[in-house]
């Protein structure tokens, strides 16, 4: 049997703009595919987008367009952005695929003749005005709408119902029987409780909007996303229609299938796939991976914290491979991981510009120096140093590997860059600069040659599935073009071509960190600004909003630079008694010292938060047009007054 692989993403809510969390897992699949490919293994990598519900219904009528031309832009967005960061999938199913939507509803119909679906009642809270229904834990108080604060009713709705509770001893004893089922074993032992606790059978129709496959024996209802969503591993591979070649290939007769999933989707995968699967007859064949969140210092993002932070923000100042490294190399198997800009940039540095950067630059300028850029013969005889490097180089590759396969992704990197950083050790051991000035060492100094251009071609294939570019540009510069990248043949000891060696450009230039970061910080004052810009169109506000902003005169009584960050300065105002702190990004506009005794408009009752390091106790009014800025200012009434 030809070795085979079936990698899988969740297909992405087409609401809008995929932002850096969610793009971990398509980064981290495609990782796990290209290494797949590289061990010989005939792969298939599925993604997709996920365009059905409400709340794409609702997104589309606030973009004023059809759901079908809303999903359809976002869709080709996403296909943009895959492009841009070197995703290379097999395939991209959209659940709005005519193929798809014809399986999903035979499925529903089958599901139901087998009594696994039944018709039923469904009773909720719901709230007339949100056309919602919400669960006991998710109501206010009173039981009111937890969006709008109006109470809410109780309401009965004829639904259909998957019967969860039928499953719920057959899908224990088979998580219990395939230990390796769902990892990490944290995960499975959740799901374990879950089921122990006892299952529900699940509500999967709808009747409160349109956008989504109907039942084909009662039109009026709406095949639940979910079950609509998790049936495209199944559809992109041709389940159900003449066209199954690949299903045969990739499910039925394939041990190495995997769903990468974000913990936050785990039941959804865990339970009522393979309860579904079970109840259709189908082999549940694959394994669950389970992955933490990307999380910022302010929690899990999101674009309404305003935390958001987009994939080509940072592509179009680092390029791609760094966000490719920033991602893979973040998540250790199962945890959650951190995005700071400040980490991204240490990162870049340490990692990318000084560990591997400087290592090919000054290896490639080595080479060329001493052997007129030609690799040396892989004959030559070697030093009790050559021999050690090989070694480690050897070991490296099995232990790369062997994280990879368990989706240890983080570790298999951090086993590459110990190889990086053995092989930079292994040229100050080795001194060529020394042999280099003794004309009798010439041989020595010809094998260090040879084995830092082999410890660079073997980097090269075992960073290749995630620093893609970074990858064919260290190949391209040893002339190692047609190089036999299998992982699984790979070996310290190849012979190179008599082509010169050449390096065009350093692979990752250092980055000076106070500069990046009031680059973002402009960025996102940028942003800020712009929203308020559009917000002020668009937004009336009542009164009683209005009324909520506390709005004071404020005395400036001393003044600074912040410390970190050129743009911004650092007042003491004297409110009545109170003496508050406040950092404000004027400092492109005034001195410090021109600011003393001005009387100003401040947001008294903003909540405090650290700007660059510095606490920040409220807000100075300014006015602004274009690249001018003023501070709003009283000059007759007391500090303390109130302004309304
Ligand atoms: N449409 C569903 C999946 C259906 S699969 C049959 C969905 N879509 S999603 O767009 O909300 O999320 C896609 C993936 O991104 C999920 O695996 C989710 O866990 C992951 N992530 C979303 N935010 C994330 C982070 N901040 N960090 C890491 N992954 C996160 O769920």
């Not at 169109?537 to 909003?545: N, Q, S």
């Given at each position: ?524 004052q940028?942003?800020i600004k712009?929203?308020l810009e559009?917000?002020t ?9 209005f009324n909520k902003i506390s709005l004071v005169v404020g005395e400036i009584i001393e003044c600074k630079k912040h410390?970190?960050?050129?743009k911004l300065l650092v007042s003491k105002v004297k409110i009545g008694q109170e003496i508050r702190q406040i950092v404000s990004g004027i400092a492109n506009f005034y001195h410090p010292d021109e600011l003393i005794g001005k009387k100003v408009i401040v947001v008294e009752n903003l909540?405090p938060?650290?700007i660059?390091?510095v606490?920040s106790q409220g807000m100075l009014l300014c006015a602004t047009d274009q690249d001018k800025l003023e501070l709003v200012e009283v000059r007759n009434l007391p500090c303390g007054s109130i302004v309304r």
């Open positions: 049997m030809c070795k085979k692989c079936y990698v899988t993403t969740p297909i992405y809510y087409a609401s809008g703009k995929v932002q850096i969390g969610n793009t971990y897992t398509t980064v981290a699949c495609d990782t796990f595919a290209r290494f797949n490919r590289q061990m010989g293994r005939n792969t298939f990598y599925l993604t997709g987008m996920d365009e059905h519900g409400q709340k794409i219904e609702e997104a589309a009528i606030k973009a004023n367009m059809t759901p079908q031309a809303f999903v359809d832009k976002v869709a080709a967005e996403t296909k943009e952005l895959w492009k841009v960061m070197k995703i290379n999938y097999d395939g991209f199913i959209r659940t709005t695929d005519k193929h798809h939507e014809e399986i999903v509803a035979r499925v529903f119909e089958r599901l139901l003749a087998n009594d696994d679906i039944y018709l039923g009642t469904y009773s909720g809270n719901y709230c007339v005005s949100c056309e919602t229904f919400f669960t006991k834990s998710q109501l206010g108080e009173n039981d009111t709408c937890p969006d709008c604060g109006k109470p809410t009713k109780v309401v009965s709705e004829e639904s259909y119902f998957l019967r969860l509770k039928k499953y719920a001893t057959q899908l224990l004893t088979y998580i219990k029987e395939h230990p390796n089922f769902i990892c990490p074993e944290t995960r499975r032992n959740e799901v374990i409780s879950f089921i122990e606790s006892g299952l529900e059978d699940l509500c999967v129709s709808r009747t409160s909007f349109n956008w989504g496959i109907k039942v084909p024996s009662n039109p009026k209802h709406i095949i639940y996303v979910w079950i609509d969503a998790l049936f495209n591993y199944l559809t992109a591979l041709g389940y159900d229609t003449k066209e199954n070649q690949l299903y045969k290939d990739f499910w039925l007769n394939n041990n190495r299938i995997y769903h990468v999933v974000g913990k936050d989707i785990l039941r959804f995968h865990a339970i009522y796939w393979p309860i579904m699967l079970m109840a259709l007859d189908i082999p549940i064949r694959f394994k669950l991976i389970v992955h933490g969140w990307i999380l910022t210092k302010e929690g899990k993002m999101s674009k309404s914290r305003g935390n958001a932070v987009y994939p080509m923000d940072l592509i179009s100042r680092y390029g791609v491979d760094a966000v490719r490294y920033y991602l893979v190399k973040e998540l250790p198997l199962g945890n959650d991981g951190l995005f700071s800009y400040e980490r991204f940039v240490e990162r870049y540095n340490y990692e990318l510009a000084n560990d591997l950067g400087n290592l090919v630059s000054r290896s490639i300028s080595m080479i060329n120096k001493y052997c007129d850029g030609i690799v040396p013969s892989n004959q030559l005889p070697t030093s009790v140093l050559d021999e050690s490097l090989a070694k480690f180089a050897n070991e490296t590759i099995t232990k790369t590997i062997q994280c990879f396969e368990q989706f240890k992704l983080q570790d298999g990197i951090g086993e590459t860059w110990q190889l990086i950083r053995r092989v930079n050790k292994y040229i100050d051991e080795t001194a060529p600069w020394v042999l280099a000035k003794d004309q009798s060492k010439k041989i020595d100094l010809d094998s260090v040659m040879y084995h830092l251009a082999e410890a660079l071609r073997v980097i090269a294939i075992l960073i290749a599935p995630y620093l893609v570019d970074t990858s064919n540009k260290i190949l391209q510069a040893l002339n190692q073009t047609n190089t036999n990248m299998r992982l699984d043949q790979l070996q310290f000891g190849e012979k190179f071509s008599n082509e010169k060696v050449f390096l065009k450009e350093n692979l990752f230039q250092r980055l000076d960190m106070e500069k990046e970061l009031e680059y973002f910080a402009s960025q996102k940028n942003e712009e929203k559009s917000n169109v668009k937004v009336k506000i009542g009164i009683e909003d410390q970190n960050a050129n909540a938060s650290k660059r390091g606490e």
